[in-house]
């Protein structure tokens, strides 16, 4: 059983004193469905669970007055064994895009709270354009990711103690010990190559071995395309399929940059960029915006219409590559791969740890791979798969474009020299 942070914040929302209906959001098969379920079975005494998914006659009862008392008669018609009691009743309405009306319904159930309600949706952000009116200022958001490193390192038996050590040598800048330095760096390896995908995570756990993870991410992946299949629009099937597909092109790369040219011979904004955005708001894929200068602030000075793409778990992004490439990443044999690789789990620990993300680039001058917010300053953070961080990136961008702070992130240990921090990878959780 996999611990998940979202278990502390659903406590702290049934606790809380402003709570309203919960929407949790998220990818498909990050485990939503199990974490709330279960949430929801140890903290009730009443509990209904509808999927909208399973049985249309579900979407009933929401047909007609939307007020609670409607609700609840239509409810009981279904559930005739359950109590509705306040405070001791909760409703899951899972799959909820997929009965726009429950969505609108949040609204008067928050208002009149005759139970608690959790709502949870794989394609909530391509499927808001049929709810008829929204339930703005009457729901709580939650938005739940595949395992980022540190639950990871939960399932592998790291303790929060251990972690609470590691922070310790962050914050302190002190040199982890060798010995746990090279076990972090090891977990942090598999990490990239299992990802975090709960099903090829128990995988991993239960076999060790990475064929059965790999086969469990090619399902996964297989039921994102039927996804596009199925639930994107007219043209957009064929093109955000090509653009998924896309994506271990592009980030193989020297310039990052996302091209529509790579998607196929012609290719265009214009003709793409809708698809490429089903994907986003489908939960499949982060953006990476260039900034206009590398300066606070980061988000008035990007630009919307240059970005990196990267896959929201890196693992299944190994997944899209050859055959053995799993054992490359492990061994540290990857060659132009291996930045994409170890650029795109730091953009998850980034995006996971709530950072939009960055980077700055100037063709044939300079490329620096993100920028963060830390300590009031840009923070330009360059990222290398060895222990090998020469580069003249991070001195010229310090040297000639003001930026005042840098970090590195590699396999070395911590250190410190000027104004630039050298991190191992791990501690990217910590940024």
């Known amino acids: 059983m996999l611990e998940r942070k979202i278990d502390k914040q659903l406590m702290e929302w049934k606790t809380g004193a402003d709570k309203q209906c919960l929407l949790v959001k998220g990818a498909r098969q990050v485990g939503k469905t199990y974490s709330i379920d279960k949430f929801c079975r140890e903290n009730y005494k009443n509990y209904i669970y509808i999927n909208f998914d399973l049985d249309d006659e579900y979407a009933g009862i929401f047909e007609g007055a939307l007020d609670s008392s409607t609700i609840i008669k239509n409810l009981s018609l279904i559930f005739s064994n359950v109590r509705i009691v306040p405070g001791e009743t909760v409703v899951f309405l899972d799959e909820i895009q997929n009965c726009p009306r429950a969505r609108t319904a949040l609204k008067f159930l928050a208002i009149e709270k005759p139970f608690d309600v959790i709502a949870s949706g794989s394609l909530l952000g391509i499927r808001y354009r049929e709810v008829p009116s929204f339930p703005v200022g009457y729901v709580n958001h939650l938005e739940m990711n595949s395992l980022d490193f540190e639950e990871y390192c939960w399932a592998n038996g790291v303790t929060k103690e251990a972690i609470g050590y590691l922070r310790a040598y962050y914050d302190n800048m002190e040199a982890v010990p060798s010995a746990v330095h090279d076990r972090m760096l090891r977990l942090f390896r598999e990490h990239i190559v299992v990802g975090g995908m709960p099903a090829a995570v128990n995988s991993f ?109 890196t693992g299944l992004l190994t997944a899209m590559l050859e055959e053995g490439s799993q054992k490359d990443i492990i061994d540290g044999n990857l060659g132009i791969y291996k930045g994409a690789i170890y650029e795109n789990i730091i953009a998850d620990v ?66 410190e020299f000027d104004n630039i921090t050298s991190l191992p990878l791990y501690l990217a959780m910590f940024i």
């Not at 960055?358 to 009031?376: A, H, K, T, W």
């Open 350 to 415: 980034f995006a996971k740890n709530g950072r939009k993300l960055y980077y700055f680039c100037v063709p044939s001058q300079i490329e620096m791979d993100f920028f963060v917010r830390q300590g009031g300053l840009a923070t330009a953070v360059e990222v290398k798969s060895s222990d090998n961080t020469k580069s003249k990136s991070m001195r010229n961008i310090i040297n000639n474009y003001g930026v005042k702070k840098g970090i590195k992130l590699s396999t070395k240990n911590i250190g």
């Open 205 to 313: 756990l239960r076999t060790r071995h990475f064929g059965s993870v790999l086969e469990t991410q090619k399902g996964i992946l297989a039921d994102y395309l039927d996804d596009i299949a199925k639930y994107a629009s007219g043209n957009d099937k064929a093109k955000a399929r090509e653009c998924f597909l896309a994506i271990p092109r592009n980030l193989a790369k020297d310039y990052k940059k996302f091209q529509y040219s790579i998607v196929a011979r012609g290719g265009s904004a214009r003709k793409y960029s809708g698809s490429l955005m089903w994907l986003y708001d489908a939960g499949i894929i982060n953006l990476c915006h260039n900034l206009t200068i590398p300066d606070l602030p980061l988000e008035g000075n990007s630009k919307g219409d240059e970005f990196k793409v990267y896959m929201r778990d």
